[in-house]
């Protein structure tokens, strides 16, 4: 069976796990909870879009990297990358499995005020800490080993060039998806309306067709949708849509050297796409909420903002031809731009995977398999992700990611 076929109905009226979301993370729990040696039990995936014309895993730049402001989310990363890079062990040495790897051309962050640079400075500490590479480099060092940057207003620049870059997120869905199924989960294509609850458990879904499910736990994996499908339960998430904005485009002067991707203070982050071709992506100043099934392009933020930040830093880029463009969405978790994931301290068999705020394909090996474990065994056996779990919300404690881009 191909990896991305959905069937129209399922076989049972009930399931020991449902997952609302078939992209990239509701894909990874199926492969992590179906592969672990304790679970026998029966899964069922639920997306209302099997093409994935319309999630936040159809429109990715496809991108990992271990700058981030907290250990937590850089050791994430760091099993993500591992995970990438070997792939056909992980999966059992399947030799129908491809190998994968990260093409390291590294994110380069640019600070122009004693400020960014003094956020550079901490987060390379940390990152430092849990052994990831990350060098700062002064705008001297910049303009010598990248000479096509406009250095005169930067403060400081901080690159990592081991396990930051492109990977190949569509390999790896594929293969969550097609072990999955042969280990007999579900992949059903519809739309969940309503979801049932009795006091402290969820006890079934309905879908749009009428039709009802029972389960015995459910996981939120629904990307920008993240919050209506809380709803549905009774509970409140701060997740919205928020849409991202992508380019490729060729240069009448290719670079010297391979573009890391580079996270101006504008805002717009542009990198290597290709040999001779790049990549670039912003927001909007203002990046309010939008619908999830809003996909429509802002011409004049290409006019206005945009072209004009990339030519100010890469002068070469002055003359530049789009070659395509596309908006997708993060699900932006507006209370600290970190992860909501594990169960819900009331509805306990509800649980979250939801809220990465523009990082999900990346940490989706890690919160997969975190999810896996809590789900099966009641406790996280590798990465401790509790820091991430509801509580801090109710509390209102936020534990603040600071590098969003």
Not at 244 to 257: D, E, N, V
Not at 297 to 318: G, S, T
Not at 360 to 379: D, K, N, T, Y
């Amino acid at each position: 069976m191909p990896p991305n076929s959905y069937v129209s109905s399922p076989s049972r009226d009930t399931y020991d796990v449902v997952i609302i979301g078939g992209a990239m993370m509701g894909a990874a729990a199926a492969w992590f909870i179906s592969h672990d040696p304790d679970f026998d039990g029966r899964i069922l995936v639920i997306d209302r879009d099997p093409s994935y014309e319309k999630c936040s895993t159809g429109h990715t730049n496809s991108c990992i990297r271990q700058q981030f402001s907290s250990a937590l989310n850089v050791r994430i990363s760091q099993f993500g990358a591992d995970f990438i890079q070997n792939l056909r062990q992980h999966m059992g040495d399947d030799p129908r499995v491809p190998q994968l790897k990260i093409q390291n051309y590294g994110y380069m962050y640019l600070a122009d005020t004693a400020a960014g640079a003094d956020a550079l400075r901490a987060a390379c500490a940390v990152q430092l800490a849990e052994g990831a590479e990350t060098r700062l480099m002064t705008p001297q060092e910049l303009a010598a080993e990248y000479p096509f940057y406009a250095t005169a207003d930067l403060h400081l620049g901080s690159i990592n060039l081991k396990d930051e870059g492109y990977w190949d997120y569509m390999a790896v869905f594929d293969w969550w998806r097609r072990p999955a199924r042969e280990r007999g989960v579900e992949f059903l294509a519809g739309e969940v309306t309503a979801i049932e609850r009795d006091g402290a458990c969820v006890t079934g879904v309905t879908l749009a067709t009428g039709m009802r499910i029972g389960c015995g736990h459910l996981i939120n994996a629904s990307g920008p949708r993240a919050a209506r499908t809380a709803a549905m339960a009774g509970i409140d998430i701060p997740v919205e849509p928020r849409k991202r904005y992508t380019w490729t485009f060729s240069a009448a002067q290719p670079l010297c050297r391979e573009l890391p991707l580079t996270v101006d203070p504008s805002g717009v982050h542009i990198r290597q796409d290709g040999k001779d071709t790049y990549m670039a992506g912003a927001h909007s100043h203002i990046d309010p909420a939008v619908d999830p099934d809003d996909f429509d392009m802002d011409q004049d933020i290409w006019m206005e903002h945009v072209w004009p930040a990339i030519a100010a830093r890469i002068p070469q880029f002055e003359s530049i031809k789009v070659l395509r463009e596309w908006a997708g969405h993060y699900a932006m978790n507006t209370f600290d731009h970190n992860a909501i994931c594990g169960p819900h301290p009331e509805a306990v068999n509800f649980l979250f995977l939801n809220g990465f705020s523009g990082h999900g394909l990346q940490q989706s090996p890690a919160m997969g398999r975190g999810i896996a474990e809590w789900l099966v065994h009641g406790r996280y056996r590798t990465l401790d992700l509790t820091p991430f779990h509801y509580e801090r919300i109710a509390a209102g404690q936020p534990h603040v990611e600071n590098a969003i881009i």
